[in-house]
T-cell receptor
Framework: DVKVTQSSRYLVKRTGEKVFLECVQD?????MFWYRQDPGLGLRLIYF???????EKGDIPEGYSVSREKKERFSLILESASTNQTSMYLC????????????FGSGTQLSVL | GESVGLHLPTLSVQEGDNSIINCAYS??????FIWYKQESGKGPQFIID?????DKRQGQRVTVLLNKTVKHLSLQIAATQPGDSAVYFC????????????FGQGTELSVKP
């Protein structure tokens, strides 16, 4: 079975901290994505990557950066966490183009105090 | 602008009844649609997809209907079970959009025993 693993289920950080959210997939997928999920707003795309060392901005990239040094790992970085970044973060991966299934991790609930 | 929305934020059905979850989309160029199920504490799971050259697709206990004339998508669940209780998201995409999925806000389905 396909597996997308997010390193933390819950995280609590302080304003101004640098935060790393890690995601690993075991399916040799080309494409990986970071979404945030907020009540009433659904899932919004932060960044995605279609290959190692490649990245593209999504709809809400401000305040975030990403790293993809290896094919299986896609990291989301909050350079200086703020309270409005408190959210559920979902990582996803997909083999090829949009016509392939998108597989999600279980999510990381981040609270910034 | 483009958006994917759901008509109802919550839906309550009796166990054994059929459920219908609706979704409206605004981009007539969208050519691929997906339904996801998200159970509490988990990431979204793929249920079923449909391409714009089809108007109906069936899976196990689920059917997706696509009406391109009115830009409407629905998910029908037959003989709804308690395990079907979850939030259901529709998502749309079109190939020239670079593979991004646009998600609706979700409908919460509650199944009463």
């Amino acid at each position: 079975d396909v597996k997308v693993t997010q390193s933390s289920r819950y995280l609590v950080k302080r304003t101004g901290e640098k935060v790393f959210l890690e995601c690993v997939q075991d399916m040799d997928h080309e494409n990986m994505f970071w979404y945030r999920q907020d009540p009433g707003l659904g899932l919004r795309l932060i960044y995605f990557s279609y290959d190692v060392k490649m990245k593209e901005k999504g709809d809400i990239p401000e305040g975030y950066s990403v790293s993809r040094e290896k094919k299986e790992r896609f990291s989301l970085i909050l350079e200086s966490a703020s309270t409005n970044q408190t959210s559920m973060y979902l990582c996803a991966s997909r083999l090829g183009d949009v016509r392939e299934k998108l597989f999600f991790g279980s999510g990381t609930q981040l609270s910034v105090l | 602008g483009e958006s994917v929305g759901l008509h109802l934020p919550t839906l309550s059905v009796q166990e054994g009844d059929n459920s219908i979850i609706n979704c409206a989309y605004s981009n007539s160029a969208s050519d691929y649609f997906i339904w996801y199920k998200q159970e509490s504490g988990k990431g979204p799971q793929f249920i079923i997809d449909i391409r714009s050259n089809m108007d109906k697709r069936q899976g196990q206990r689920v059917t997706v209907l696509l009406n391109k004339t009115v830009k409407h998508l629905s998910l029908q669940i037959a003989a709804t079970q308690p395990g079907d209780s979850a939030v259901y998201f529709c998502a749309e995409s079109y190939y020239n959009q670079g593979g991004k999925l646009i998600f609706g806000q979700g409908t919460e389905l509650s199944v009463k025993p």
